[in-house]
């Protein structure tokens, strides 16, 4: 046991056996009660399986950059894993049980008056900014486009996107208020992540001993 300690590898197999075990219980304890609210059909095996398999390769990833011992494929399985999760949220078929579907939403502030009488309008208010908070972290810690414009652009287009894709699949609307939500979102997580990315980046320039040298540019 101590030699496996010692080794990178080593710990990266006690990791990943420590993510199973948190993420079966994270899995059975909360996202199994949550995730039928969201997705149809989560009694069928496979969705469980893919949920419970997204939910410990997130915990193992996250936990492997806390302790410096992920790589950059890892890296990208993280931000892979997370828009996987953003395009069946936010693609899912079911979403015409909701209400109208395929029409154009053109107020940026419609969601002001939808939670005024309706608190189930707030949550999904909430929800819409919190699901886009991660994307600035992951970008720049994968060092996916080189800089912040670049990835503003890039997540616009991508916002644009699935807005169009609903209205146009009539799976939702087509809603210019989660626009300005997403961006909400999205430059609330380029707030926090800078003082993250900035440790990460020092951290990775010292590991590579070169103290001078920019390794990566986040923002």
Known sequence: MRELLKSKKGLKILLLLFSVLIGFVLYLTIFMNILPMFFSNMENI???ILAILIIIFTIYILIAITFNLDTKIERYV???????????GLLRPDQSNF???GIYAWNPFGFIFDIQNDDLSLIIMFINIL???PMYFLLAYANIFKNFLTRLIIFEIFIFLIEYLQALLKIGIFDLSDVFLYNIGFFIGYIISLPFLKVLKNRLNKNRGDNKCIILKYY
């Open 46 to 48: 496979e969705k469980n």
């Open 78 to 88: 993280i931000l892979f894993l997370y828009l996987i999760v953003l395009l069946l």
């Open 99 to 101: 209400g109208e579907t």
């Open 131 to 133: 699901i886009f908070v």
